[in-house]
């Protein structure tokens, strides 16, 4: 019975009116930090991030049993190999080679974050987008990778052909970063963090405002409240009445 009694001591009740009411006074506070944190991320994405572009090309890869009947099994193997595909596209041999044909000052992993395999459900159609800073360099990088992809793709597959989709093309605008997105996830963030640290201040805050209060947490009924402020100003006024009357004299 006594663990049970300092349990329910222990406890804290919220009560959502309250938390309420002080987010609802401190409404102009969250929206200025919402606005506030909005601005400074805006600023950030469209002035100081560096844009990146993308650029993608398509590949359909297909294994011919005869040359002129496609089966429904072949469509159905090669919908379950694209994940291989991507795979060797994504490979050391593929990747490096395409280092050394345009840009070798980089490593192998920086490349690979570049490259972006995808394959749309049910085809066996092979999208290869590069995301680059440079749209030109993305737009040469997506080819040149399609092309030496598709031979490594010929020899160790043994596919007869890799036939092209789609060529790389050439972006005319950015990728990211998203203004609009950086700015609306910077002012939720502003508001959250302000009504967190109103609601922690509310948690925190164990001293009695009112008569409620008393009756809630002391269980004790109030008999009547003495204005302090009123006596603070009545207090003043006579010291003043002194002050003039000793003038006076």
């Known amino acids: 019975m006594e663990t049970a009694s300092r349990r329910e001591e222990n406890e804290i009740e919220i009560d959502l009116f309250e938390v ?3 987010l609802f006074a401190h409404f102009w506070l969250i929206l200025s930090a919402g606005i506030f944190a909005g601005l400074v991320c805006l600023i950030i994405s469209k002035f100081i991030l560096a844009p990146y ?3 993608t090309t398509k590949i359909y890869i297909l294994n011919k049993q005869s040359e002129n009947t496609v ?7 090669g919908t379950q190999l694209t994940k291989d595909y991507a795979e060797l596209i994504n490979s050391r041999y593929v990747l490096e080679e395409v280092i050394q044909k345009l840009i070798p ?7 690979k974050s570049k490259v972006t395999v995808s394959t749309p459900t049910d085809t066996r159609i092979v999208s290869i987008t590069v995301r680059d800073s440079d749209p030109v360099q993305a737009m040469n990088l997506a080819n040149c990778i399609r092309e030496v992809a598709s031979e490594h793709i010929q020899n160790v597959m043994d596919i ?3 036939n092209l989709v789609e060529s790389a093309n050439m972006p005319t605008e950015k990728a990211g970063p998203s203004v609009s997105k950086w700015t609306m996830i910077g002012a939720l963030a502003g508001v959250l963090l302000v009504c967190a640290v109103l609601l922690i201040g509310y948690l925190i ?4 405002k009112s008569t409620e209060d008393i009756e809630k947490y002391l269980g004790l009924s109030t008999l009547a409240l003495i204005p302090m402020e009123e006596k603070l100003n009545n207090n ?3 010291k003043h009445r002194r002050s003039s009357v000793k003038r006076v004299r």
Not at 71 to 77: F, K, L
Not at 205 to 208: G, L, R
């Open 53 to 55: 572009y993308d650029s």
């Open 205 to 208: 805050d164990d001293t009695i």
């Open 105 to 111: 000052d980089i490593k192998y992993k920086e490349m």
């Open 160 to 162: 007869e052909a890799v």
């Open 236 to 238: 003043t006024k006579k």
């Open 71 to 77: 089966t429904y099994s072949d469509v159905q193997m």
């Open 20 to 22: 309420i009411q002080v």
